[in-house]
C-alpha cells in the first residue's frame, strides 16, 4: 500500500550539499537569468517536493539545483521557441550536466520529447516569486520600515510660508489605499497551461568556465584548458571589465557534457553548459 502523502508548502534554502560527486551551493535569486540543458523527470513515485508539494508529473514545474523555492519562472525552449511559466519547487537534476529537471507535462508543452534533452532559457519573474514565497508563514521577510500593510494616507497639508491658499490647487481630502492593491497576487500552486510561441534561437552549446577580475588568473584557469580550446573574453560586468573563460562553440551535447566532466576534473567546480 502506497503511504498517504502529507503535503506541508514551506519555503526552502537550505545548506550547501552533494549530489554525483558535485557541491551546489543555495541562494536567493529572484532575478536570476540563465541558460542551460533541460532533462525529463522519469521517477513517478508518490513523494513530495522539496518545499513540501506534492510531485505531480501533470503540472508546470521543474526542479532546480539552487534557487529558493518555490520560484516562478519563465522557461523558453530555445529549439523551438515555446513559452511556458513554471513553478520551481524541487531540488534536482541532481547532475552538473543539467540546469533543469522538468515534469512530463512541461516537456509536452514545450514540444520535448520524453527521453530527449533540449537547450532551454530559464528566466526568474520576480513580482511573482516574491508573492510565491510571501504566501508561505515560515518565509524569510526584510525588517523594512515601510508603509503598514493595512494602507496609508495621503491627506492635505497647509501651504509653505508666504504661499496663500488661493495661490496653490486644492488638495483632494484625506485617502485611504489599500497595501493590497499594490501586491502581486500569489500565484496558485498549479500553474495556468498557457503557451507563447516566440522565435527559435537554438544558439551555440557553450561551456563556461568562470569569470575573473584580473586577466591573469584568467590565463592560468585557460592553460588548464588548453587542450579543450579555452579562450579568454573580455566583458563588462556593469562598468567593470571582466575576463570570462569560454570553451566553445561545441558541436553537440555529447561533446559538451565531455568537456564539462575535464572541466570538473581539473578543479573548475563552478564550470557548467551555457547556450549562447
Do not use: C
Amino acid at each position: 500500500m502506497t503511504p498517504a502523502l502529507h503535503p506541508d508548502p514551506h519555503y526552502v534554502l537550505g545548506k550547501p550539499y552533494q549530489a554525483e560527486h558535485h557541491w551546489y551551493y543555495p541562494q536567493e535569486a529572484f532575478d536570476l537569468d540563465e541558460t542551460g540543458l533541460a532533462t525529463v523527470a522519469k521517477n513517478d513515485s508518490p513523494r513530495l517536493t522539496s518545499d513540501g508539494e506534492v510531485f505531480d508529473q501533470t503540472a508546470l514545474a521543474a526542479a532546480h539545483p539552487t534557487i529558493q523555492l518555490p520560484a516562478i519562472a519563465r522557461l523558453t525552449n530555445l529549439e523551438n521557441g515555446r513559452e511556458v511559466t513554471v513553478r520551481l519547487n524541487d531540488r534536482g537534476a541532481g547532475d552538473p550536466h543539467r540546469l533543469v529537471e522538468i515534469t512530463r507535462r512541461t516537456a509536452q508543452l514545450l514540444g520535448i520529447p520524453p527521453d530527449s534533452i533540449a537547450r532551454i532559457h530559464l528566466r526568474v519573474l520576480p513580482s511573482d516569486s516574491h508573492a510565491a514565497t510571501d504566501a508561505l508563514p515560515d518565509a524569510p521577510r526584510l525588517a523594512l520600515n515601510i508603509a503598514p500593510r493595512g494602507g496609508f494616507q495621503v491627506a492635505e497639508l497647509a501651504p509653505p510660508p508666504g504661499v496663500r491658499q488661493s495661490d496653490r490647487e486644492a488638495l483632494p481630502a484625506t485617502k485611504v489605499v489599500a497595501a493590497a492593491e499594490f501586491q502581486t497576487p500569489a500565484p496558485p500552486l498549479r500553474l495556468p497551461e498557457i503557451v507563447s510561441q516566440t522565435a527559435a534561437r537554438p544558439g551555440r552549446l557553450m561551456v563556461r568556465l568562470d569569470s575573473f577580475d584580473e586577466y591573469h588568473y584568467a590565463a592560468v584557469q585557460r592553460a588548464k584548458m588548453a587542450a579543450a580550446g579555452a579562450r579568454i573574453v573580455p566583458v563588462l560586468d556593469g562598468r567593470t571589465r571582466r575576463f570570462r573563460v569560454d570553451v566553445g562553440p561545441l558541436p553537440d551535447i555529447a561533446r559538451a557534457d565531455a568537456v564539462l566532466d575535464q572541466a570538473l576534473a581539473s578543479g573548475i567546480p563552478d564550470a557548467r553548459i551555457v547556450v549562447d
